[in-house]
Structure formats: C-alpha cells, structure tokens
C-alpha cells in the first residue's frame, strides 16, 4: 500500500480518509481520532479508550448509580429534562449572585 493519497477537501473543510487506510488502521466507523498540527502536517490517530463493549469500571458504576433517575424519567421528554436541567442553573446562578 502506498503512504500517501491526494483527497479533495469537502464542505467546511471534511476530507475522507481513504479505505485502504481506514482498514490498515483497523477503524470502525465509530472510532474517535485525535488530530493534530505539527510542523504545517496534519497527524490522525485513532483514540484508543478501552476494550470496545465493555468500558471502564468507573464509567459502568456511574451508569449503574444512575439507574434510578433513568428508570424514573420513563415517559419524560427530552425538552422537559432540558428545561428542569436549565432551570436548576437559573436557580444555582441566583444564590450566587450571578
């Protein structure tokens, strides 16, 4: 496989990495990659958080922890958990003085 390609940059400056590359890197379409500038080089590396389906202990106790409030918002809209959500940071800005 060759090291290099020539992509045509798409709207808002997306560009498609190539299959070829997709594949050598083992990317899933839902793999998170870290992009940065170096030297005038832009350098795409595929983030590697954890095992793929199993995630971190800490995350599946905060998932856990949270099992009540999720079971209780059965039924509740989106917009109705935004506006609790937006309304509790009105009432916390108000006591500091904000």
Known sequence: MENRRIVRQLRHGQITIPKEFRDAMALAPDDLLAVSLEDGRLEVEPVRVGS???GSGWLRQLYAEFAPVRRSLDGVQ???VDAAIDEAVREV??????
């Open 52 to 54: 793929k389906g199993r």
């Open 78 to 80: 989106e917009a109705e």
């Open 93 to 98: 800005r108000r006591r500091r003085g904000k």
